[in-house]
């Protein structure tokens, strides 16, 4: 993690604040299940536990079937070898079991076509848009991050990806997140805004995009499943070479040390500087 510390420090131009040489922020990660995580555990299901009777009711119907099939059958295989010695009681056999087969078919029916409709009901729009809280928080006061490892894992099952790169890919996230509001800059300024959670973690994914990017595409499509999770937007390519990346820390420097203006504003007295032909947009 060190390591990693001291590459964001690098890539965003800040530092964490030291004492005696050590960081002294905190970035936690919990196997608790927070109270915004609770829908994404329960999974795709609405009411897991009545999808459950529904399958357990059409095992008892599907069972009632075979009770009368196999022995039927075998009755079956039997007459076609040796014709029965009376055929009054093989009609009233037949008839009899073909009655039962048509009652325990509608049971049948009605029960797969319940279940059916149980589970086009259940899906990732029911647990979607997931709160951000679910996966972590930072505190802005007391700078500090906690991650929550078991939602992210239950979110990897869900998209079938990777859990560890899913997990690295978040950490980055977070750690840029932490440093923007607890970093210090090159003059010692500090982050002086409050809140505004929703530009932190937009400025934050410009900067993790950026870093996972020379790392691998799979934690760049793991990051963006997750991004898309919450309701993140993730930046375009035109704010990710070298140039655009130059002006977003310019801007949010700015920014940070500038508790009255708003982030578009920032942008745009920044772009200022520039030829509007090479402006690009930076709205989330």
Known sequence: ???????????????????????????????EIPQPAEMLMRGLYRDPDRVRQGFKLLHQETG?????????????????????????????????????LLIREQRLVQAER????????????????????????????????????????????????????????VRVHFLFLLLLVAGADLDGQVYSRVGEDKVVHWIAS??????????????????????????????????????ECEKTRAAMIFWRRQPNISWEECWRIINQLERPASTSSMVF
């Open 1 to 31: 993690m060190s390591s990693m510390r001291l590459e964001i420090e690098k890539a965003m131009g800040l530092k964490f604040p030291e004492r005696n040489g050590e960081v002294i922020v905190r970035f936690e990660e919990s196997v």
């Open 64 to 100: 009632s079937m075979i009770e009368i099939l196999m022995p039927k059958r075998s009755r079956l295989r039997e007459w076609a070898d040796s014709l029965p010695e009376r055929p009054k009681e093989a009609e009233l056999f037949l008839k009899e079991t073909a009655e039962q």
């Open 114 to 169: 319940e279940l059916v409709g149980q589970l086009q009901e259940s899906g990732l729009e029911d647990v979607y848009p997931i709160p951000l809280a679910a996966f972590g928080v930072c505190t802005f006061r007391d700078p500090s991050v906690k991650l929550f490892l078991k939602p992210l894992g239950r979110f990897s099952e869900l998209y079938e990806i990777n859990p560890e790169t899913l997990r690295q890919a």
């Open 206 to 243: 410009i900067y993790t995009v950026r870093y996972l990017k020379s790392q691998s595409t799979e934690l760049i499509h793991c990051y963006q499943e997750w991004v898309n999770a919450w309701g993140g937007k993730m930046p375009n390519q035109s704010m990710l070479n070298d140039r």
